[in-house]
């Protein structure tokens, strides 16, 4: 997905039935997760731990609704 620096971040795909991928990019602590929709949202001052947490998860779906979709303000993207 195309960020505001034109940059496409490379995502990651994960075993869920809800998420389809999860990318980072550390330098702006930007998280970005595809539902399995095809909607893209990005999370930003997602710390590194939190982002490594959620891709060691057993459960990718309950840490992404427990963890970040809660604690974090998305935007669509």
């Given at each position: 997905?195309?960020?505001e620096?034109?940059?496409?971040?490379?995502r990651?795909r994960?075993?869920?039935?809800k998420?389809?991928?999860?990318?980072?990019?550390?330098n702006?602590q930007?998280?970005e997760?595809?539902?399995?929709?095809?909607?893209?949202?990005?999370?930003v001052k997602?710390y590194p731990?939190v982002y490594r947490?959620f891709?060691?998860a057993?459960n990718?779906?309950?840490?992404y609704?427990?963890?970040?979709?809660e604690?974090?303000?998305?935007?669509?993207?």
């Open positions: 997905m195309e960020r620096t034109g940059e496409v971040m490379e990651k994960v075993n869920s039935s998420i389809r991928s999860v990318g980072y990019d550390e702006s930007t998280l997760v595809e539902l399995s929709n095809e909607q893209v949202y990005q999370y997602v731990e947490q891709m060691a057993p990718p779906t309950t840490f609704d427990d963890k970040i979709a604690d974090y303000t998305g935007r669509r993207v």
